[in-house]
């Protein structure tokens, strides 16, 4: 009896491939797309456009209560983040009306939150791409095994379309591991946008109640 000879990962990975087809091809170059969406994403996300709300607010608060409105304008000019940009559009209208300085928080808020969003949905997108491919090129697989033991020596048929079977699953399991992979970073960069929405939205109104309450005081 011979041994049955054992693939070293790389040969395996390969004849998984082959054995799969083309749509494993498509299934890969999908998944690499989300990736690399979902590394740009990270980056900016994590790196440009995020900030500890908290301890910002907190040290811009100091500036406005001593009515340093242009320190409080230089400390939100020293940050590439969504909320240093909307907070530093109200704070440049600090001696206007309250309707001038909301209506300038409201008009940057709008142009910033898509940015902070940009791409996320397209990561879902992919995600039920790659699931249906998987799908697709099961499917074609099945097909393709039928038609084969349809034509095949009786002997042969349940050999036959075991193999076959079992080639048809690769591309269900791979459009599965993208799929998951994918989501798993789209919920996390989701979340992280949320926050960051979250956090122009909270501090914008305390940013307001201060210049507000601070210009009626000094009235």
């Known amino acids: ?22 749509f494993m ?10 990736i690399a969406i979902a590394i740009e994403r990270f980056m900016r996300l994590s790196f440009k456009l995020d900030v500890d709300g908290a301890s910002f607010m907190n040290e ?11 320190g409080a304008i230089r400390v939100c000019s020293g940050s590439v983040a969504a909320l240093p940009k909307v907070l530093k559009s109200g ?8 309707a001038s ?12 939150i898509p940015k902070v969003e940009l791409r996320l949905n397209y990561l879902q997108l992919i995600a039920n791409i790659s699931t249906l491919f ?15 033991v349809a034509a095949a020596d009786p002997a042969q048929k349940a050999e036959l379309l075991a193999s ?15 799929a998951i992979s994918i989501m798993m970073v789209h919920t996390f960069l989701s979340t992280k946008s949320e926050k960051i ?12 109640d201060m210049l507000t309450t601070k210009k009626e005081m000094g009235e």
């Open 134 to 148: 998987g799908l697709l090129g099961t499917i074609q697989g099945l097909i393709q095994s039928f038609a084969a």
């Open 101 to 112: 300085i909301q209506n300038a928080i409201d008009a940057t808020a709008l142009e910033v």
């Open 91 to 98: 704070l440049k209208r600090a001696n206007t009306t309250p």
């Open 25 to 34: 091809w498509i299934i890969v170059f999908i998944w690499a797309i989300g």
């Open 164 to 178: 076959g079977i079992a080639t048809a699953m690769n591309t269900t399991f791979l459009g599965l591991c993208a």
């Open 197 to 208: 929405v979250n956090e122009i939205d909270e501090f914008s109104v305390k940013l307001m």
């Open 60 to 70: 811009l608060q100091r500036y406005v209560l001593s009515n340093d409105i242009q």
């Open 1 to 22: 009896m011979e041994a049955t000879p054992v693939l070293s990962p790389l040969n395996a990975i390969a004849m998984f491939f082959q054995q799969g087809g083309v």
